[in-house]
């Protein structure tokens, strides 16, 4: 099956994203040879991420002069910040992965209007795989429409996470988590790269996704790839108005309530008693 006309502007965040993934590509050839350094304790940032986040915004901007831009290394520094159209930009997730050669990562970008994701791509350099969203039109992985698993128990289930790797992070909050869902799924996989999780779980290729700490460039575009292809994706208690609360869960609908039902006590906007039930455990 081949995807409708693309919207004009998916088009140019393909352009965009594909002008990235060279960058990335040529780079990841000699990867030793790149330069890193350290944003803060595990959070790298290199001078790859910053030339294809460059390539990125100079692709938007020079198509679409007037409209903002939030992006991971340069913030909003870029464009005309009073839009109501704003590009979100990941031009490397996964960069931990990148720095050691392991090839999974991608670029993501999406397009919100007036505080809502309208367009959506990201792109797996390594592999040349492409998803894309419009908002009402479906989401595609190279041409293919996509639609999200049909597993209905999560014991069969395949749920992709992501470790907490800052100084900061609860780490006990974490397995305590894990502790919950790991024996109830048939597995957990945590691949490096919140955007690729979520176009991969948009795919059916995995049946849910939860991790904690993520940023709006990490999920923006993700998210409307999942609900496009008939997922539901909010915080961890499912609550939908997520994008900025540093808390992802994502899945088909029938596994996305059994994830609240497991998930949902540790979420920052639990009830009290929940909350203190999860205390209890310590």
């Not at 998803?131 to 128990?153: D, E, I, Q, S």
């Amino acid at each position: 099956m081949t995807s409708p006309n693309l919207h004009p502007m998916i088009n140019v965040a393909v352009k965009a994203a594909r002008a990235a993934g060279n960058l990335i590509n040529r780079a990841a050839l000699d990867v030793e040879s790149v330069r890193v350094s350290q944003k803060q304790a595990n959070d790298f940032v290199t001078e790859v991420d910053q030339a294809a986040e460059s390539a990125i915004i100079e692709t938007l901007l020079t198509a679409y002069p007037g409209h903002a831009i939030w992006a991971e290394e340069s913030g909003r520094e870029h464009g005309a910040q009073d839009s109501e159209f704003v590009w979100i930009i990941d031009p490397l997730d996964g960069t931990t992965n990148f720095i050691h050669g392991l090839p999974i990562y991608c670029v993501s970008i999406a397009l919100a209007v007036k505080g809502k994701i309208e367009q959506a791509v990201v792109y797996d350099p390594t592999r040349n795989d492409l998803f894309t969203a419009t908002k009402g039109r479906g989401a595609y992985m190279n041409n293919r429409r996509l639609r999200v698993a049909k597993r209905t128990r999560l014991q069969e289930c395949l749920i992709s996470t992501g470790f907490p790797y800052r100084v900061d992070d609860d780490i006990n909050h974490y397995l305590r988590m894990m502790g919950d869902i790991l024996p109830r799924t048939a597995g957990l996989r945590r691949p490096g790269a919140a955007a690729l999780d979520l176009a991969y779980l948009a795919a059916g290729f995995t049946d849910g996704f939860f991790e904690l700490g993520l940023q709006p460039w990490d999920v923006a575009a993700g998210s409307l790839l999942i609900t496009e292809a008939g997922g539901l994706v909010g915080n961890l208690s499912g609550d939908s108005d997520f994008l900025e609360q540093r808390e992802c869960l994502a899945a088909n609908p029938r596994i996305y309530g059994q994830m609240v039902a497991l998930l949902g006590k540790y979420s920052k906007f639990a009830s009290a008693t929940d909350k203190a039930s999860v205390q209890a455990l310590t």
